[in-house]
């Protein structure tokens, strides 16, 4: 069960990191939530059969797990320098650095999309939602990125 | 549909290893926490079981022993049991009167336990309504001098295993010792006899060795002993040579 952890581990840290990065903006925000969701993992791995179950769970868990850092007190009553910023830890990446203007729900939809290369039905899934939905927001995203980046 | 750039992109950010050994330690601490708790419950189980099963073997060994026991609580706290099954072998042919012999009593009663030494000053016999006899008591003077300390009267009582629950009654009122002072200064002790093989209950009265009542069983018969002016050792060493 220890190998099974770490396999796991290695196989998934740096795509739900990302993920979360592109959730939370903050490099060490991410670390958090990685470090809060293999936790869970580890409590709940044996609960988790195959592989595909084991990555659609870690997903949903980063996701639900960014959006609790986000409602934390400390978040919604410290502001933050990168509030009016984004982090110096992206200046360096243009696509980053656009991608973080964009409102929350379209960075997350364009990452499971561009990045983790799911279809628009399975984000459905992953985020509850219509597929029509995602669409939408999917399309207005990359708009919004594609005008960003011509500017 | 995965994009090159996107990807590109997010690539040059990975989870620092410090952050890894973080993970990775505190998983591995946790399942040594784990493992120490598997360990540590196992341990308290085993020793859980093993003071239960304790308790119990001592719980019912002491019911055990007490279903042949029946208890007299003296208001000093002292207790005097006697065995359920105690025969108190008395032939009720007996004869008694002044003039009886110390070897007739002997004979009758089939103990050895007096002293040629003993006169009877007294003999008083109750009897049941089939006249058999319910118990006896015999005032008896005892010209043995043991360390200088003269024994003038000795006082022994036998109860018949015949008898009735009054007189039962009445035996373990004077066992309890409720006929006597009661005060803080009469001391309830206990001395083992080797010899005898039982335990001997003596009260000292007010402090004193004055009227010195003694109990105790032996070979099924359950004798009182109320002497007047001797130290428990001096009587102790007198039923040890006498029985």
């Known amino acids: 069960m220890e190998t099974k952890f ?26 958090d939530v990685i470090q809060e ?17 084991i990555k659609y769970w870690l997903i949903v868990t980063t996701i639900n797990t960014c959006k609790n850092i986000n409602k934390s007190y400390w978040k919604r009553n410290i502001i933050s320098i990168n509030n009016f910023e984004v982090s110096k830890d992206f200046n360096n990446n243009e696509i980053l650095d656009e991608l973080f203007k964009l409102p929350r729900k379209y960075r997350l ?36 990125l594609k005008d960003l980046l011509e500017r | 549909m995965k994009n090159k ?53 001592v719980v019912a060994i002491l019911k055990l022993y007490s279903i042949n026991k029946t208890s007299n609580n003296t208001e000093s706290g002292f207790s005097f049991s006697l065995n359920e099954g105690v025969d108190f072998d008395i032939n009720s042919n007996i004869v008694c009167s002044n003039l ?32 058999s006899i319910e118990s006896i008591s015999l005032e008896l003077e005892n010209n043995l001098v043991i360390n200088d300390v003269y024994f003038d009267i000795v006082n022994i009582s036998f109860m ?24 803080d200064e009469d ?22 060795n004055r009227g010195l009542p003694i109990f105790f069983v032996y070979d099924n018969v359950l004798y009182r002993f109320i002497s007047s002016s001797s130290s428990i050792d001096e009587v102790i060493v007198a039923l040890e040579k006498g029985l």
């Open chain 2, 187 to 208: 001391i309830v002790t206990s001395i083992y006899s080797e010899k005898l093989k039982t335990d001997i209950y003596y009260v000292t009265i007010g402090g004193t």
């Open chain 1, 37 to 53: 969701v293999f936790i869970k993992l580890h409590t709940h791995m044996a609960n988790l059969n195959d592989d595909e179950h």
């Open chain 1, 109 to 144: 939809v364009i990452f499971l999309y561009y990045y983790e290369g799911y279809k628009t039905k399975e984000i459905a899934g992953i985020l509850k939602t219509k597929e029509s939905t995602i669409r939408s927001i999917l399309n207005r995203g990359r708009n919004k």
């Open chain 2, 160 to 183: 018949s295993k015949g008898c009735s629950e009054e007189t039962k009654n009445t035996f373990k009122n004077v066992i309890d010792f409720t006929n006597f002072s009661g005060t």
């Open chain 2, 100 to 131: 009886i012999s110390i070897s007739d009593l002997e004979n009758t009663l089939n103990i050895d336990l007096l002293l040629d030494s003993y006169k009877i000053n007294n003999c008083m016999i109750n009897r049941n309504t089939d006249s």
């Open chain 2, 5 to 57: 750039k996107f990807i590109d992109a997010f690539n040059s950010y990975q989870v620092s290893e410090d952050l890894d050994k973080k993970i990775l330690n505190y998983k591995d601490k946790k399942f040594i926490v784990k493992q120490n708790k598997f360990k540590f419950s196992f341990v308290f189980s085993l020793c859980l079981v093993i003071l239960l099963v304790g308790t119990f073997s």
């Open chain 1, 6 to 31: 770490r396999d796991i581990y290695n196989l998934y840290k740096n795509d739900l990191f990302r993920l979360a990065i592109s959730y939370t903006k903050n490099i060490s925000d991410a670390e």
